[in-house]
């Protein structure tokens, strides 16, 4: 029997026997019809011998009666959609060698944020559609028939055929235009190699600025008519980013030009195209006068991200999804290095620890995954775009490169870029490349990072002269888990001259402190003075467990202002997470946060405000008769520094406290503070009637409006319509964001049912869902998920992408805090689960049942009400 095109299905990746060499396409997109036509001429090298050729559709209708091979007519055709593989049979086997395989296709502008899609936006004030592509990671398919798989990278030349009054856009620059009555047909030049999910197209009406790099690349900016300045920041980060990399990776950069637009619908932050990086507009337009210090700071790093990808991810690519890490980590670790080389005053490395925290955090989960994680369908792989693959892997890079020291893993990276230039690369090649650059054994060190899930805590204990440590797997949920880790450890005692470093390769070892400490006796400090700090600036991916007499000579080094910022940060967060993994008290760790009352620096009190605001949600389940207390007393602990910032910005500020004062502001109203929520809303009616008022900028303005939120019930809802009004008169995404934010915080259930209902109209961009659903009082959550099992076929439907459909569950489920609520979702997904949000949903119930353990362990607690009242004492 002939083998038939069945035999192909079912697969995680194509057949190899034969890969596309080059791709001549020709697309014309109706924007009106909201449809486009294609057609394909695909160099394809035969190098076994096969009757079918099997590549990637989607989504397409192909002409069948069109398709050639040479001039062979295919014999059977076969679409597989759930597969997404077009297989093409023929009557024979194919010559081995090149040959050209051709194709007419057609397709739908899709309004779902992938493949070739529409996005709306208004011109003069009426609205239009422009045509835009997201491929990354399997949606080029939908665009047009291909090998879909980063693996095969080939050349592309395409052209565009559009309305003649049009702006398009393509990853190279246009080679020549012909006009025909109201088309013109777009020529553009060949790439080089490169892979499908980085091929783009956008076609609209734009305005543009441009400047160049030192080696005069071209760079553009493209934004809405009239919106020009607001690109112009992005712009500058740009161009010296490009000149930074350059430099770093000792390698020009690839193309010879590169543009970067802002799309209003955008289901990402922003996609590194080659030499068309497409945005969300908050990721890339910046406007002094609409523009919070945080957003600058967001769109630099953004900018800075999708640039080092020019290098790391499109010039050398992961040869599979499975190495997405190697993209995405060194993308996010690189793009700190840039900004803080151009802006130091931003202290962007000890910032660097959001990242790691947020690794750490999800890292700890049973329902984690290795970075190296193995994907088996397209539908698996959107998944991996986590805090895994971005901040653990960002993180670990940190690690082994403080490890093996900048200048000798900047050679090898430099290495690594040319060796693999225009191909593909796994993680193991880069280890190679690192390990015969350093001559350090790289890669048994990480490949106990990379391959296995989860990471250590140490457990540090003095015994005499001996600091004793052992490590074991850390979980939230306080089970301990099987691995084993080779830790880069550093450690100092008493001051960070005296430092000692070594790889902890067994589940124990031990430092002498006699000859660590003895360093310290000369300045004549007395024993009991000497703290020891592991994990120096936190460059390890691990926790530390510190026992009593450790932990409290930590205590007075930070009241004593010993320790860096970074270490400061470390020791609240690894207390913290201790704690929810109920290693250590809830007492133990409110006494620590109150060494932290005189800190005024944005870096440390971003992370000591989180774990407030975490405390003060926990403990209204745990202990409701505290609750007020604990409250008052996380007041006291933010309250002096606010007070010294006040409302209103001052001369010559740093970017930090411009930030801090956002920040402390909107925690305060969170927490209660009716001073703070009082003086917002007086604000709030001033900014109200005159949207030109100086005395709300941008800044302070999410803190108002949380605050205008606290007071509206359905009884008194003037503050709830005045924000729409605000939202509504608003045309920038940004001001429309920050509303949206605030919108379902109200204590009131209806309140909180009605903004979530908002996101079912038309006003509401299906991207910006996110914004609601982040809001969510705590009030409302029994509302929110009464209302998510309701419209849940709904949201299916609406929000295909796994990165929006996971938002949804990601906000409502983790609040809830009983083993019941677990169990009663648990109950709902039954038979309702796909690929795209399982993973969400597994990690979102594994932190109810963390919370329920926790919230248990807290009640146990013999002294915790005492020493509420006695810390609250203290401060009084």
């Known amino acids: 029997m002939a083998a038939s095109p069945d035999q192909f299905r079912g697969q995680a990746r194509l057949p190899h026997f034969a890969a596309p060499l080059r791709y001549d396409l020709r697309l014309r997109p109706d924007l009106a019809a909201c449809t486009f036509t294609g057609a394909a001429a695909i160099a394809v090298a035969v190098s076994a011998p096969t009757r079918f050729l ?117 990853n190279m620059p246009v080679a020549k235009e012909t006009v025909s009555g109201s088309i013109k047909t777009v020529y553009y030049e060949e790439s080089p190699l490169m892979s499908t999910y980085l091929v783009a197209i956008v076609v609209g009406i734009f ?60 289901s990402a932050g922003a996609m590194e195209n080659y030499g068309l990086v497409t945005y969300r507009d908050t990721a890339l337009l910046y406007d002094e006068l609409l523009s919070s210090a945080s957003n600058k700071q967001q769109v630099a790093i953004t900018v800075a991200h999708e640039l080092a990808h020019q290098w790391f991810g499109n010039l050398v690519t992961m040869e599979w999804w499975t190495h997405l890490w190697l993209n995405e980590g060194f993308a996010s670790w690189v793009s700190y290095l840039a900004v803080e080389s151009l802006f130091p005053e931003w202290n962007n490395w000890t910032q660097f620890l959001d990242e790691t925290t947020s690794g750490l955090k999800l890292d700890a989960l049973a329902e984690s995954h290795p970075i190296e994680v193995e994907v088996n369908h397209a539908s698996e792989i959107d998944a991996i775009f986590d805090s895994i693959s971005y901040d653990k892997g960002a993180s670990v890079i940190r690690m082994l490169q403080s490890y093996l020291g900048a200048e000798r893993f900047q050679k090898a990276l430099a290495s690594y870029i040319k060796k693999y230039a225009y191909s593909n690369a796994k993680t193991e090649d880069l280890w190679a490349v690192l390990e015969e650059e350093s001559g350090e054994p790289v890669k048994d060190l990480m490949t106990t990072w990379t391959k296995q899930q989860g990471y250590p805590v140490i457990y540090a204990k003095i015994n005499g002269h001996d600091l004793e440590l052992e490590q074991a797997q850390f979980l939230s949920d306080g089970s301990s888990g099987p691995g084993m880790w080779i830790v880069p450890v550093t450690s100092c005692c008493g001051s960070y001259d005296a430092q000692k470093k070594f790889l902890l390769k067994d589940k124990t070892d031990k430092i002498n402190i006699e000859e660590f400490a003895a360093s ?87 992370h000591v405000t989180s774990v407030c605001l975490s405390i003060s949600k926990i403990t209204v389940d745990a202990t409701p008769d505290l609750n007020k207390d604990i409250k008052q007393l996380l007041i006291n602990l933010l309250l002096p520094a606010a007070i010294k910032l006040g409302w209103d910005p001052k001369d010559g500020e740093s970017h930090l406290d411009v930030m801090l004062r956002s920040l402390l502001l909107t925690a305060l109203v969170r927490l209660g503070h009716n001073e703070t929520i009082n003086e917002g809303i007086r604000r709030f009616h001033i900014f109200f009637e005159d949207r030109k008022t100086s005395l709300l900028p941008p800044d302070t303005r999410k803190a108002a409006y949380l605050a205008m939120m606290r007071t509206v019930r359905t009884s008194s809802r003037s503050g709830y319509d005045a924000l729409l009004k605000i939202y509504r008169e608003a045309s920038e995404p940004l001001e429309k964001s920050r509303v949206l934010g605030s919108l379902s915080s109200s204590p009131d259930k209806d309140i909180v049912l009605e903004a979530l209902n908002f996101m079912f109209t038309d006003e509401v961009r299906n991207q910006d869902s996110f914004y609601i659903l982040g809001g969510i009082s705590l009030e409302g959550q029994e509302v929110a998920w009464t209302w998510l099992k309701e419209n849940w076929d709904y949201v299916l439907k609406t929000w295909k992408s796994s990165s929006l459909i996971s938002d949804f569950i990601k906000s409502i489920v983790p609040p809830f805090t009983s083993e019941e609520k677990a169990t009663e979702v648990t109950e709902f997904f039954a038979g309702r689960i796909k690929p795209s949000f399982e993973r969400a949903l597994k990690q979102s119930l594994e932190r109810v049942r963390i919370s329920s353990r926790w919230i248990e362990s807290i009640r146990s607690e013999p002294k915790f009400g005492q020493t509420v009242q006695e810390l609250l004492q203290a401060k009084a």
Request: aromatic share 10%; with cysteine; charged share 25%.
């Open 54 to 170: 099997v590549l990637n559709a989607a989504e397409l209708d192909v002409d069948r009666a069109s398709i050639r091979f040479q001039d062979l007519a295919p014999t059977d055709v076969a679409q597989f959609e759930e597969d997404e593989i077009l297989v093409i049979g023929f009557d024979r086997d194919l010559p081995l060698g090149e040959g050209v395989l051709t194709m007419d296709f057609t397709g739908t502008l899709n309004d779902q944020m992938r493949g070739f899609y529409r996005s709306k936006y208004l011109y003069n004030g009426e609205s239009r559609n422009m045509a835009v592509t997201q491929f990354e990671a399997a949606d080029a398919r939908r665009c047009f028939p291909c090998w879909d798989d980063p693996a095969f990278k080939a050349k592309f030349k395409l052209t565009l055929e559009v309305p003649s009054d049009l702006v398009a856009l393509s």
């Open 207 to 266: 305005d543009y600025i441009e400047s160049s790099t030192s080696e005069g690349t071209k760079v553009r900016v493209y934004t809405q008519v009239g919106k020009t300045h607001q690109g112009k920041f992005a712009l500058d980060v740009a161009v010296k980013s490009l000149d930074l990399y350059k430099d770093y990776f000792a390698t020009p950069y690839p193309l010879p030009k590169l543009d970067m637009i802002a799309i209003p619908d955008f």
């Open 520 to 606: 310290q006796s000369a300045d004549g400090e007395k024993n009991q003075n000497i703290w020891i700090k592991l994990n120096i600036d936190q460059t390890g991916f691990y926790r530390v467990k510190y026992d009593d007499e450790l932990a409290a000579g930590l205590v007075n080094a930070i009241k004593a202002k010993k320790l860096s910022l970074m270490d400061k940060i470390g020791i609240v967060e690894d207390s913290y997470a201790l704690s929810v993994a109920c290693k250590q008290t809830l007492t133990s760790l409110l006494r620590l946060l109150n060494a932290y009352n005189d800190e005024s620096d944005y870096t440390v009190l971003s």
